[in-house]
């Protein structure tokens, strides 16, 4: 009976090919649509993801501020922070690590014939604990290394295929500002920060060495220092001793505006992370649409299919077919276009999500949870718009319907 019903179906489909492949266009956009779009919003939050688990967990920066007020004068770049400041804060309930770094402008990187611009990087050890950066090639460098100033450097992934290819580069030599410093080891990839770096085009050497043989800074200053709390509760207590303490220690007097900044990564992380969600449910929100559209496509097509097939219904009827039999052969049609629509939609979904990776340099995600969501909630929208004109024509009068011309 059913295969019987199912090749009654695909005859009438037949029939009208034209009218057949407009019905089904509605759906395969829509399917197409959705697909494509839920892999665009779930890249954005992946991208996000990676980006805050790049970055480490409950972490603040600290850093001076770009002016201070003094006198009702604004100055620019009056206020600094120092590694005193940052040895400080080591005594301070709830912090677990604390790493002080310079991150002046980036410079050329030689190595041999080849060369390229990296970001210098001064810190201290603690720092690769504070970011949880692993070394995945060679070993650290150490405080006695800080403190002797040494000429050695830690390079990113992409720093060490710019310049070394497929070569190991630990051991050998690089120039920075025509100083040499030996390649200790090779961090992990990063990817990107929130701000859009690349960490992978990082270099990291010793602090002092920095400050006196890169970029003849003296007197300890520093621009950043990275604070990882104990523990994500423990922050917002860390964040006010910590802004309590720099008040103290830089002399900051009751009224008076800081001159450094406490920035909280993990809030920045969640607010980017909830952003890429919204985004993401939108972008599919506008897709559904076209979802709805070719529902109704459906339901209009079928309804003109219902009025052409009037007499051949009441002979049907006429015959013995009851009204089961009608209701179940017009919804089988609009079922068959329905999936027929959403296999399509859901194969130019998928090409146009491996496209827009390609040559949109956009991260996408295509998950078979969103591919079988998006294709389920088509054939329930066909299967919904199909059965008013099925039902309709299961319950025309016979004798009205055989006079139907």
Same mark, same amino acid.
């Given at each position: 009976?059913?295969?019987?019903?199912?090749?009654?179906?695909?005859?009438?489909?037949?029939?009208?090919?034209?009218? #057949? %492949?407009? =019905?089904?266009? $509605?759906? &395969?956009?829509?399917? !197409? +649509?959705?697909?494509?779009?839920? *892999?665009?919003?779930?890249?954005?939050?992946?991208?996000?993801?990676?980006?805050?688990?790049?970055?480490?967990?409950?972490?603040?920066?600290?850093?001076? #501020? %770009?002016? =201070?007020?003094? $006198?009702? &004068?604004?100055?620019? !770049? +009056?206020?600094?922070?120092?590694? *005193?400041?940052?040895?400080?804060?080591?005594?301070?309930?709830?912090?677990?690590?604390?790493?002080?770094?310079?991150?002046?402008?980036?410079?050329?990187?030689?190595?041999?014939?080849?060369?390229?611009?990296?970001?210098?990087? !001064? +810190?201290?050890?603690?720092?690769?604990?504070?970011?949880?950066?692993?070394?995945?090639?060679?070993?650290?460098?150490?405080?006695?290394?800080?403190?002797?100033?040494?000429?050695?450097?830690?390079?990113?992934?992409?720093?060490?295929?710019?310049?070394?290819?497929?070569?190991?580069?630990?051991?050998?030599?690089?120039?920075?500002?025509?100083?040499?410093?030996?390649?200790?080891?090779?961090?992990?990839?990063?990817?990107?920060?929130?701000?859009?770096?690349?960490?992978?085009?990082?270099?990291?050497?010793?602090?002092?060495?920095?400050?006196?043989?890169?970029?003849?800074?003296?007197?300890?200053?520093?621009?950043?220092?990275?604070?990882?709390?104990?523990?994500?509760?423990?922050?917002?207590?860390?964040?006010?001793?910590?802004?309590?303490?720099?008040?103290?220690?830089?002399?900051?007097?009751?009224?008076?505006?800081?001159?450094?900044?406490?920035?909280?990564?993990?809030?920045?992380?969640?607010?980017?992370?909830?952003?890429?969600?919204?985004?993401?449910?939108?972008?599919?929100?506008?897709?559904?649409?076209?979802?709805?559209?070719?529902?109704?496509?459906?339901?209009?097509?079928?309804?003109?299919?219902?009025?052409?097939?009037?007499?051949?219904?009441?002979?049907?009827?006429?015959?013995?077919?009851?009204?089961?039999?009608?209701?179940?052969?017009?919804?089988?049609?609009?079922?068959?276009?329905?999936?027929?629509?959403?296999?399509?939609?859901?194969?130019?979904?998928?090409?146009?999500?491996?496209?827009?990776?390609?040559?949109?340099?956009?991260?996408?995600?295509?998950?078979?949870?969103?591919?079988?969501?998006?294709?389920?909630?088509?054939?329930?929208?066909?299967?919904?718009?199909?059965?008013?004109?099925?039902?309709?024509?299961?319950?025309?009068?016979?004798?009205?319907?055989?006079?139907?011309?």
């Amino acid at each position: 009976m059913l295969i019987a019903m199912l090749g009654e179906a695909w005859r009438a489909m037949g029939a009208n090919r034209l009218r #057949s %492949l407009l =019905t089904m266009l $509605g759906m &395969v956009i829509g399917v !197409g +649509a959705v697909v494509l779009m839920m *892999a665009v919003g779930q890249g954005a939050q992946y991208a996000v993801k990676q980006s805050i688990s790049a970055m480490g967990s409950n972490l603040f920066i600290v850093s001076a #501020s %770009l002016s =201070t007020t003094s $006198g009702g &004068v604004r100055r620019a !770049g +009056a206020a600094k922070i120092t590694v *005193a400041d940052a040895e400080a804060m080591m005594e301070l309930p709830g912090v677990e690590v604390v790493g002080q770094s310079l991150h002046p402008a980036p410079v050329q990187v030689i190595h041999g014939q080849a060369n390229w611009t990296a970001s210098i990087v !001064g +810190a201290v050890p603690e720092y690769l604990d504070a970011r949880s950066w692993d070394v995945v090639s060679g070993s650290r460098f150490t405080e006695s290394d800080v403190k002797a100033a040494t000429r050695v450097a830690l390079i990113g992934q992409n720093v060490g295929r710019k310049l070394f290819g497929d070569e190991d580069p630990v051991g050998k030599v690089v120039r920075i500002k025509q100083q040499p410093f030996v390649v200790l080891g090779v961090l992990a990839p990063k990817g990107q920060s929130l701000d859009g770096r690349d960490q992978d085009d990082s270099i990291i050497v010793p602090l002092v060495t920095a400050q006196r043989k890169l970029f003849g800074q003296t007197g300890g200053g520093i621009n950043m220092i990275m604070v990882k709390a104990e523990s994500l509760e423990a922050m917002p207590s860390v964040e006010q001793e910590m802004r309590a303490l720099l008040r103290q220690r830089h002399r900051i007097r009751e009224g008076m505006e800081n001159d450094f900044s406490i920035r909280d990564l993990t809030a920045t992380a969640n607010t980017a992370a909830e952003t890429a969600k919204v985004m993401s449910m939108l972008l599919g929100s506008i897709a559904s649409v076209s979802l709805l559209v070719g529902g109704i496509g459906i339901m209009n097509i079928m309804l003109v299919s219902v009025t052409e097939r009037t007499r051949e219904i009441g002979i049907r009827m006429a015959l013995g077919a009851r009204e089961g039999a009608i209701l179940a052969q017009f919804l089988l049609e609009a079922i068959i276009m329905s999936v027929i629509g959403c296999v399509i939609g859901l194969l130019l979904g998928l090409v146009g999500a491996e496209l827009f990776r390609r040559f949109g340099n956009t991260t996408v995600v295509v998950s078979g949870g969103s591919a079988l969501v998006a294709f389920g909630v088509a054939l329930s929208v066909g299967v919904f718009f199909g059965y008013y004109p099925a039902r309709k024509a299961a319950l025309l009068d016979p004798i009205e319907a055989l006079r139907y011309q």
